[in-house]
């Protein structure tokens, strides 16, 4: 399939993020499906690239993280429990993420703010939280896309921690269907020159696909201690609550230098 340049944002479902132009060639990129209130992992890959591609048209999987979050608390950050949007499939276990239905969005919107605050109204950087969080809350009353709220989620971590990067969507660029060559043609298309690659994602890709276009894998890690010690398993709300948004900013770009 011949690849096309996309210069303009195409229909979008109601109630989600309009795509923006294309970034300027020569950036670094990075492609995830939408998180709910993502690890800090994710957060950080996202934040050490110039755009990051929504992968938003790929099956759900109901044991990721795109409709859930692991909160641990401020003192114990190795006790978490999860936050759930209660979500239906409308096409089965075919549905693709940007197809996932809430299910009684009010009553989700009431546990979603009840659980953070419970679990970080206490910290001294919860007027941080609280003034992003809502806008993400008030979101539950106007869409009905799970994916929707995960990426607003996101969105907001991002713009706390000062992020200037863009957001773009796999639903709206052309790509083929294999693995590795539909991430290659995303990245391609957006005119990467960088690829941000997590350990996991090292596992199966294949970089040829990408060297086609000319484009570099880099590998992306964080430490495993200190802050990151349980970055790949709950929400990065409790560093960033334990913290503070400068703190946690000056760590992601510790890390993406790295």
């Known amino acids: 399939m011949p690849l096309t340049d996309v210069s303009s944002p ?15 060639p020569g950036g670094v990129c990075a492609i995830h499906q939408p998180n709910l209130f993502p690890r800090l992992s994710t957060l950080a890959k996202i934040f050490a690239a110039d755009y990051w591609i929504v992968l938003d048209d790929v099956q759900f999987a109901r044991r990721d993280y ?14 978490a429990q999860w936050l ?11 549905t693709l993420i940007n197809q ?56 907001a971590l991002l713009g706390l921690l000062g992020w200037q990067g863009e957001i773009l969507h796999s639903s709206s660029l052309e790509s083929r269907t294999d693995r590795s060559q539909r991430l290659a043609d995303l990245a391609a298309v957006t005119g990467a020159s960088s690829y941000l690659c997590g350990t996991g994602g090292m596992r199966y890709l294949d970089p040829v696909a ?30 960033l609550m334990a913290l503070g948004s400068d703190a946690l900013a000056a760590e992601l770009l510790l890390a993406s230098e790295q």
């Open 66 to 79: 795109q409709h859930r979050a692991r909160l641990a608390t401020l003192d114990q950050p190795g006790r």
């Open 84 to 94: 759930s949007i209660s979500t239906h499939l409308p096409h089965g276990r075919s």
């Open 100 to 155: 996932m239905v809430i299910v009684e969005p009010e009553r989700c919107r009431r546990r979603t703010g009840q659980l953070i605050r419970q679990h970080y109204g206490s910290s001294p950087h919860w007027p941080q939280l609280r003034d992003v969080l809502d806008p993400v809350l008030d979101l539950f009353a106007v869409t009905d896309r799970t994916a929707v709220i995960a990426e607003a989620s996101t969105r």
């Open 210 to 239: 990408f060297h086609q276009h000319g484009i570099t894998v880099t590998p992306f890690q964080t430490a495993i201690d200190g802050t990151w010690s349980s970055a790949r398993e709950v929400s990065s709300l409790q560093p």
């Open 10 to 24: 195409r229909g979008s479902t109601a109630g989600s993020w309009p795509d923006q132009l294309l970034p300027l």
